[in-house]
């Protein structure tokens, strides 16, 4: 039965269109990671060289660069196994059979794991084709090529896939603020796990380095800088040099059996309060929607009128809202204020009191450059868990046929998108004040830029996926390379010193925005056509 529980959800999830995104997305990683040499990329290198692309090199590379980044989007991919039992029902058909909870648990993990497998089984195969399309070493090894994927990424995808499930047992980190704290625990894990002496070995690459190292010492090649593993941009092409693979040590190899059985630990320690969707075994709770367990954390989300303020009755009825004319000339501003109250219903104080304080510190920092650089990206992730809520909750609150009425679909969409776009200027407003009062017109333009594409994205992201967790999947690393000075993609003109692309970047994003909404009009016309 258990094994019949794990086939069933994964199989159930194969068939989904987004699994066959993640899926390319998958091969699309393969394809970053083992750049041509003439690149202005690299995701692995040792100072200014890197291996020649031969099996153990390839393998290796693309195995860290999966491991490190499967255990970040993975994280928010799997992360709803429990709540879809709780939202389709079928949790409460398995309450009333024998399952017991340790079972479901187990059955949940072995689920998310084969899934985030799937990925690295296309990721091996990706390798295996780089290697001879860049035609650097034909020779395959086929042991050398696929055994990071077994010793190294599979480890770091099994705990994924734990905590995943860990995380949405628990009813504070089942929430936004979950996706955001794992996004910090990433971050420490895929930077603080490479150094060495770690239990376990960390992530596994330390022992790797000080193999590539042994061979760049042993080839006679210069090694002037450290190891660095992540997204690159090079002024110049790098050196090579011929690294032969890496032979694990007993010690190594049990290290990393060791991370296996941690996750296992991890999937079944929920079992100790998870209740299983049993009511009998617990106080009975107010009816939740299918996403509110993964909503915001800061938000009590509510249902709200979308046509604003009917006399008598704050929800009016299917009927009442079919037959009402509204007032002509006031429909687009009601709206609006309709979707800014679903924005905002719910907001606790202490939001409130955090956005005040960053609007005070803009107001009062001594020097422009660092309200650019500091201030605004401050300002626009403190609203991240309210954005992550555009284009989503029709489908959570079950309305959308109800919607599917309302003759105007573009009018209710361009005021949804301009209720992101209030969010995100009051959260701004602080920087924009200080860049008006010092003409600082580049920065301005960077900010306009900033305030249409963030409601472009989570809306566009919202529409397309139905989920909170694919907005900040993507906005929080986004996010963190302007916060860093990566110039990416500097979507709020924050590091105009840096890039030589900074007076064309507001074009850029303003083109962007309009690329996006305009994805979000093409899937709205195209699900009402499959409708009809």
Not at 1 to 13: I, P, Q, S
Not at 291 to 297: F, T, V
Request: glycine share 10%.
């Amino acid at each position: 039965m258990l094994t019949g529980l794990a086939l069933a959800d994964f199989r159930d999830r194969v068939r989904r269109p987004a699994y066959a995104v993640i899926l390319a997305s998958a091969v699309g990683l393969g394809y970053v990671a083992v750049p041509d040499s003439d690149a202005k990329w690299m995701i692995m290198q040792i100072g200014d060289h890197r291996g020649v692309y031969n099996s153990a090199y390839v393998g290796m590379v693309t195995a860290l660069a999966s491991g490190l980044w499967i255990t970040l989007g993975g994280f928010y991919i799997v992360r709803n196994s429990i709540e879809r039992d709780r939202s389709t029902r079928v949790g409460q058909l398995l309450a009333a059979t024998p399952l017991r909870t340790s079972a479901y648990m187990v059955g949940k993990f072995l689920s998310n794991l084969m899934l985030l497998s799937s990925m690295l089984a296309v990721l091996a195969v990706t390798a295996l084709v780089m290697q001879l399309a860049r035609g650097e070493s034909q020779d395959i090894d086929l042991i050398a090529l696929w055994q990071p994927f077994v010793l190294i990424a599979l480890p770091l995808v099994a705990l994924t896939a734990a905590l995943a499930l860990l995380f949405e047992s628990l009813p504070l980190l089942r929430t936004g603020l979950g996706n955001v704290l794992w996004f910090c625990i990433w971050m420490v894990i895929s930077t603080a796990g490479q150094g060495p002496g770690l239990p376990l070995d960390g992530i596994g690459v330390n022992s790797v380095v000080r193999s590539m190292y042994a061979d760049m010492v042993a080839q006679h090649v210069e090694v002037d800088g450290s190891f660095s593993l992540g997204l690159t941009y090079l002024d110049k092409p790098l050196g090579l040099f011929t690294w032969a693979g890496f032979t694990p040590t007993v010690g190594y190899v049990l290290g990393r059996v060791a991370l296996l059985l941690i996750a296992a630990v991890i999937a079944v320690l929920p079992a100790l309060w998870f209740r299983r969707f049993d009511p009998a075994r617990g106080h009975r709770s107010k009816a939740r929607t299918p996403e509110q367990g993964q909503a915001d954390g800061l938000v009590q989300p509510v249902l709200i009128d979308e046509v604003g303020p009917y006399p008598g009755s704050s929800r009016p009825s299917v009927a009442t809202l079919l037959r009402t004319r509204p007032e002509p000339g006031a429909v687009t501003l009601r709206i609006w204020a309709g979707e800014v109250r679903i924005l905002l219903q719910g907001v606790r104080w202490w939001w409130w009191t955090g956005a005040a304080f960053l609007m005070l510190s803009a107001l009062v920092s001594p020097e422009i450059h660092g309200i650019v650089r500091v201030m605004l990206p401050l300002s626009w992730i403190w609203p991240m868990l309210i954005w992550s809520r555009l284009g989503t909750q029709r489908h959570e609150y079950h309305v959308e046929g109800m919607l599917g009425a309302y003759p105007s679909v573009r009018r209710r969409i361009l005021a949804e998108w301009a209720a992101g776009l209030t969010i995100t200027v009051v959260a701004g407003i602080g920087p924009f004040i200080r860049l008006v009062a010092a003409a600082d017109w580049l920065g301005l333009a960077g900010w306009v830029g900033g305030a249409l594409f963030i409601p472009s994205l989570a809306l566009t992201l919202g529409t397309l996926s139905r989920t909170h967790r694919l907005f900040q999947a993507v906005y929080l690393p986004l996010w963190y390379s302007v916060a860093n000075g990566l110039p990416i993609f500097d979507f709020m003109g924050a590091l105009r010193d840096s890039s030589e692309l900074a007076t064309a970047q507001p074009s850029v994003t303003l083109a962007v925005s309009a690329a996006l909404m305009a994805i979000v009009f093409m899937t709205g016309a195209l699900r009402r056509f499959g409708r009809n």
